[in-house]
């Protein structure tokens, strides 16, 4: 299901190691954003999100940072598993009516056992 | 699984071919996405529905046509497709408040090759 073809920039950890997956968005008006997972053959999976009155939002394993100020949005994931092996997409929900979002091209993880 | 199921999850068709790709949700959303994830661009946005109407068509070529007959399922009718339409077709749900997405719920994708 990845983007095979397309040059992805790739990001090499150590199992263990704290990864960092950052993401640049165009779009001053967004006002939400997303980051997905996908894992080969199967479709995107929702991770985490944050709404743009924050800069910082944490859930299991993963945080994601905002900076508005820079339009940069990163993907923090803790003690990196091989089951964390994947492509990282950021999305944002843009101000034409707010319907969808409109993704990035991704970022490949590999982690190394 | 997300909730979301799309049918077939692989398709290979002639140029010459019609043929229906399905989704199907049970998320109680009320809206529904098409994405086109193709090997050379990043997810493209097809097709947007909210409450079985269409609100957002990307410019698509009118050999792609979607058909929403309620709220959790969605159709993609294929006629007369290229070579270039080869791609994986991701269908997405979402519950929509104020009229604004929040997160979308995605299926595994179709992945049609046109032959």
């Known amino acids: 299901g990845e983007s095979v073809g397309l040059h992805l920039p790739t990001l090499s950890v150590q199992e263990g190691d704290n990864s960092i997956i950052n993401c640049a968005y165009s779009n001053s008006a967004s006002d939400y954003f997303i980051w997905y997972k996908q894992e080969s053959g199967k479709g995107p999976q929702f991770i985490i999100d944050?709404?743009?009155?924050?800069d910082k939002r944490q859930g299991q394993r993963v945080t994601v940072l905002l900076n508005k100020t820079v339009k940069h949005l990163s993907l923090q994931i803790a003690a990196t598993q091989p089951g964390d092996s994947a492509v990282y997409f950021c999305?944002?929900?843009?101000?034409?009516?707010?319907?969808?979002?409109?993704f990035g091209s991704g970022t490949r993880l590999q982690v190394q056992p | 699984e997300t909730g979301v199921t799309q049918t077939p999850r692989h398709l290979v068709m002639g140029m010459t071919n019609k043929k229906s790709l399905k989704c199907e949700q049970h998320l109680g959303h009320n809206a529904m996405y098409w994405y086109k994830q193709s090997a050379k661009k990043p997810l493209e946005l097809m097709f947007v529905y909210s409450l079985e109407e269409r609100v957002e068509n990307n410019s698509v070529p009118s050999r792609f046509s979607p058909e929403c007959p309620n709220s959790s399922h969605l159709f993609l009718h294929l006629h007369t497709l290229q070579p270039e339409d080869s791609a994986l077709y991701l269908c997405?749900?979402?519950?929509?408040?104020?009229?604004?997405?929040?997160?979308?719920?995605f299926g595994q994708g179709t992945r049609l090759t046109v032959v």
């Open positions: 999305a944002e929900r843009g101000d034409t009516g707010r319907r969808a979002l409109t």
């Open positions: 944050i709404r743009s009155n924050m």
């Open positions: 997405a749900s979402s519950r929509k408040g104020l009229q604004e997405i929040t997160e979308a719920f």
